[in-house]
């Protein structure tokens, strides 16, 4: 199946630890983002990365650090976590940048 | 003032009417549209995009775009149950595409 696909699916964990959410798109696509959904279910751009290259870097604590190995694969790890961490991570990705964007199942990140 | 505003909701229509979903932005130099739709704890799905103004149909859904009142909206003609979710707007904002709050439509059989 072409998609977007994201593990884990649920993530639980204590404050203070280190996560890292992994995502690949077998879409072909040459953009790559992250949003984070909170619980009033606001979507918001985190970061996006173009043919592995960082192009967009909102106003986000550097305890979340993108990366992209190849056009296909952006994974989010997220040192120290805090209890306001915990929300809904979607990564998605779009060919040609900004255009119709496709978004993975999501991770439900819950800080303990 | 918000970049991209919805009404949250809900929004109530009857089986079988027309659910109308509207959409204000605040970047007049947006030049691409977008509307999603996410069903409870799962992810946002494209079901329109729109680039010029006028309407853009396809099947059921109708989007409308006035680029001079800038103001976007989606009708979902002959309103099923299974289109109970939550309408997200999207809008070109600069480089990054800027999401609306969402309206919640209940469709009630």
């Known amino acids: 199946d072409t998609a977007v696909s994201q593990t884990p699916k649920y993530l639980v964990t204590q404050m203070g630890n280190d996560k890292s959410i992994k995502c690949e798109q077998n879409?072909?696509?040459?953009?790559m983002y992250w949003y984070k959904q909170d619980s009033k279910k606001f979507l918001k751009i985190m970061f996006s990365?173009?043919?592995?290259?960082?192009?967009i870097n909102e106003t986000v604590p550097n305890r979340f650090s993108p990366k992209s190995p190849d056009k296909a694969h952006l994974n989010l790890h997220i040192n120290s976590l805090e209890l306001g961490d915990s929300a809904v991570y979607f990564c998605?990705?779009?060919?040609?940048?900004?255009?119709?964007?496709?978004f993975g199942p999501g991770t439900r990140l819950t800080v303990l | 003032q918000k970049e991209v505003e919805q009404n949250s909701g809900p929004l109530s229509v009857p089986e079988g009417a027309i659910a109308s979903l509207n959409c204000t932005y605040s970047?007049?130099?947006?030049?691409?549209f977008f509307w999603y739709r996410q069903y409870s704890g799962k992810s946002p799905e494209l079901i329109m995009s729109?680039?010029?103004?006028g309407d853009k149909e396809d099947g059921r859904f109708t989007a409308q775009l006035n680029k001079a009142s800038q103001y976007v909206s989606l009708l979902i003609r002959d309103s099923q149950p299974s289109d109970s979710a939550t309408y997200l707007c999207?809008?070109?904002?600069?480089?990054?595409?800027?999401f609306g709050a969402g309206t919640i439509l209940r469709v009630k059989s």
């Open positions: 970047d007049r130099g947006s030049q691409s």
């Open positions: 990365y173009n043919n592995k290259e960082l192009i």
């Open positions: 729109i680039y010029s103004n």
């Open positions: 998605a990705s779009s060919q040609a940048r900004y255009n119709e964007q496709f």
């Open positions: 999207a809008v070109k904002g600069g480089n990054k595409l800027v």
């Open positions: 879409l072909g696509h040459d953009t």
